[in-house]
Structure formats: C-alpha cells, structure tokens
C-alpha cells in the first residue's frame, strides 16, 4: 500500500519540505574550500533544530550524521568527518532530511567547490535535469515507471548532447516518503513507461537520480555506508520530494523563491 495523504498532511510535509531547503541552502553558502564535511554536517543539525525539527539521518539505522557528504567518486551515503577536507575542484552531493510533526521531507544537491572542471559541471547538470525530467512526469493517473522512463531518458539525451556515456545507478533510485523517510514504492531511475502502481493524489515521491562520469557499478566502503563508484569516476546525485496532486506535481523541497 502507497501511503496517500490529505491536503492538510502534504501542507505538513510541505512545511517539513521548506526546512530541508533552507538547510540545503545554509550548506551550499559554506561550502568552499578548507571546509570539512563535519563542518557542513554540523551547521546542517543545527539549522534543522533550529526550525524546531529533527534530522531525519542522524540514527537512522546506526548512520552517525545529520547528512550524508558524498565526495567526488562517493556516490551516496558518504559519512561526513573531520578528516574530509574539501578542495578546489572537489564535487559533493549532500542529501538532507528532516522531520517537523512527524513528516518528513529529503532532498539531495550537487555542489562544486571552487573551480570545478566543465565535465564534473556538465555530469551534475545533466543529473539535475534527470531529476527535473522525472518531476514532470509526475502525473495523477500515470504509472511509477513513467517517472523512471523520463529520469533514464533524460540521462541519456544529456549524454549524447554531452557526447558522454554517463553511469546510471540502478541499484538506489527514488522512494515514497510521509511519515516515514523510505516508504513503498521503491522508485527505480531505469525502466519502461506504464508500469508500477497508478499514481493518486496524496502520494508522494522522492526522486532522485544518480549518474557517473564512468560506468554504473559501485562498491561500498568498509564504514558499512559510503557508496563509490567501482572505476573511481565521479558521481552526482540530486533529488526532492514530491506530492502528487490534481493539478500536477508539487514540490515540497523546493526553496520558498523558487
């Protein structure tokens, strides 16, 4: 069973949606050169408590963070420590959760740090674009996998316009979320369309697609946690949370301005 909500749960989810934005963003200013990841996990547990929240990661099946802070070749997961510096060049994905009322709301975003080569910019925009596709197939009466099909399609126009085969990850995808942070369905990024469950209004969605500079395979580090890609390339990851409505797709980790 898909959790489906009332207008009023998605409003909750929406509020709970706009804190992982504002911390989102409290990460992106600091994150520069000579900052550590344990520097951005804490400024993102504070601005999360500040907001009368609570982090969504943070003892989630023993994950020790607030964030996870996936470096370059991390893909996922990434375990932010004082020891991870970041450096001119250096890409991060930071994934972000939190829980206001008993709803959550996650989002993810790719951030470059300092002057960062066309290719990794070019990798990070076409897994945005991916995730933005994917959105827009968001549609009441549609089925799951029309969202995968657009997420796959999107990464692979981006890739022939990049003249780049990028690596989909296909063994992470997409979730529903409420008021649980994973939640049925598991959402793939690869797949035909028409497929899956009919989406509602209520449901909603994360969706967040994962590409490589390199192949597709990944391995996971002894923490238990970290996921990198098994060639050494680098990764991107972008995501939000989404609610399914009459009018078609809302997205609740979206900035109060966007």
Not at 49 to 63: I, T
Not at 171 to 187: A, N, S, V
Request: proline residues 5%; aromatic residues 4%.
């Amino acid at each position: 069973m898909i959790e489906v909500k009332t207008p009023d749960e998605l409003q909750a989810m929406r509020a709970a949606g706009l804190v992982v934005a504002r911390t989102l963003a409290a990460v992106r200013a600091a994150a520069k050169p000579g900052v550590s990841t344990a520097e951005l996990d804490e400024l993102a547990e504070q601005t999360i408590r500040d907001a009368g929240a609570v982090p969504s990661f943070k003892g989630y099946h023993g994950f020790p963070a607030s964030i996870c802070a996936s470096v370059n070749e991390q893909i996922v997961h990434g375990i932010p420590a004082t020891t991870q510096v970041l450096a001119d060049g250096d890409i991060i994905s930071v994934d972000c959760g939190a829980i206001l009322d008993g709803w959550h709301g996650d989002s993810a975003v790719t951030l470059a740090i300092g002057k960062v080569s066309d290719a990794d910019l070019a990798l990070s925009a076409a897994t945005e674009a991916a995730m933005w596709a994917g959105i827009e197939a968001v549609s009441a009466g549609g089925r799951l996998t029309d969202i995968s099909y657009a997420v796959q399609s999107a990464a692979e126009r981006a890739g022939r316009d990049d003249g780049v085969e990028y690596g989909m990850i296909v063994e992470y995808g997409g979730h529903g979320i409420g008021r649980q942070m994973h939640m049925d369905p598991f959402l793939p990024n690869v797949g035909k369309p028409g497929k899956g469950p009919r989406l509602k209004p209520g449901m909603a969605l994360a969706i967040e697609p994962m590409l490589t500079g390199g192949g597709g395979e990944t391995r996971e580090l002894d923490d238990g946690w970290t996921v990198v890609t098994a060639d050494g390339s680098r990764a991107a990851h972008w995501e939000h949370t989404v609610a399914i409505t009459e009018d078609g797709p809302w997205v609740l980790t979206a900035a109060e301005d966007a």
